[in-house]
């Protein structure tokens, strides 16, 4: 498969949807397939933020991207890196300080990661609401803990690009103003637009969000998906019309990696990689040919 020219779109796969594979083998295979970058999720299997030896695991990595001319955004999901029996916690919004400065700690980590592999942006998300909360401490409690994190992330010159997922505290576009609004508009604090999630909540469709959220858009997670249900589909299952967003993204000047995020298929990752980039390649091509406009 040829590489794209620099007026193509630039498509990476997320690690969190290869974990039975080495991340040398994930690398190498992304790249025998034409892929132009990786979403790297910093997890245990794939350069473990809390191992130790972090700089020389990251400066192999960065060896191995060079070789493989392949980009990188540093993504911040993993289900189980900082607490092995619950999914995604601690978060920004814990009422523990500690429990809350390890997020914090996981981010600032992400951060020196990225930019020792010459990552524009760092994915990261607020968390759940906890338990008998109100929303307005957890809105300030969010701010003070990402507040020293875009401070890095700008001094390091790596973007922060927060992801509005569905059932968060930070749910939706919406959200994400009222943070960077709270914050007094920070340059380094960006956006994760994940496709799917418009396609899931969002009042407008998918191509409108890429068109009025293009100022802040750091970091493009991908996937299909139905309308109100939050799950994360293989391509042709759900019900995104993909050739108007793609060609939204390329029209706003996007260009960043759009990283396709199956990460419930890891058990089929290598063949879904494969199909994933024949997809949107295709779906570009059909809105180039086909005069898709924004």
């Known amino acids: 498969m040829s590489r794209p020219t620099p007026e193509t779109l630039r498509f990476a796969y997320g690690t969190n949807g290869l974990t039975d594979l080495r991340l040398t083998d994930a690398l190498a295979l992304l790249a025998d397939l034409g892929y132009d970058g990786v979403s790297l999720t910093l997890d245990h299997m794939h350069l473990d933020p809390l191992a130790p030896d972090l700089a020389s695991r990251t400066r192999r990595v960065a060896r191995d991207l060079g070789r493989l001319g392949l980009g990188v955004a540093i993504e911040t999901g993993a289900r189980y890196v900082l607490d092995a029996r619950r999914k995604h916690h601690p978060t920004l919004l814990d009422p523990d300080p500690e429990a809350r400065g390890a997020r914090v700690d996981l981010l600032l980590t992400a951060v020196r990661v990225a930019a020792d592999l010459g990552a524009p942006a760092v994915h990261c998300f607020s968390g759940v609401l906890p338990p008998g909360e109100s929303e307005r401490t957890a809105w300030r409690r969010l701010a003070d803990a990402i507040g020293p994190v875009t401070d890095a992330a700008g001094a390091a010159g790596v973007a922060l690009a927060i992801e509005p997922e569905p ?91 759009v990283g396709v995020e199956l990460p419930r298929h890891s058990h089929a990752g290598p063949e879904l990689a494969r199909t994933s980039l024949r997809f949107l390649r295709d779906a570009e091509r059909a809105a180039i040919e086909g005069g898709v406009r924004c």
């Open 167 to 257: 059932g968060h505290l930070l749910a939706d576009l919406a959200g994400f103003h009222r943070l960077r609004t709270a914050l007094g508009d920070p340059a380094a604090l960006g956006l994760t637009l994940d496709i799917g999630h418009c396609q899931c909540l969002e009042p407008a469709p998918p191509a409108e969000c890429v068109r009025t959220a293009a100022p802040w858009v750091r970091h493009v997670q991908i996937e299909d998906m139905r309308r109100g249900v939050h799950e994360h589909l293989p391509f042709g299952d759900g019900e995104i019309d993909f050739p108007p967003v793609l060609e939204a993204l390329r029209a706003t000047g996007y260009r960043g990696l």
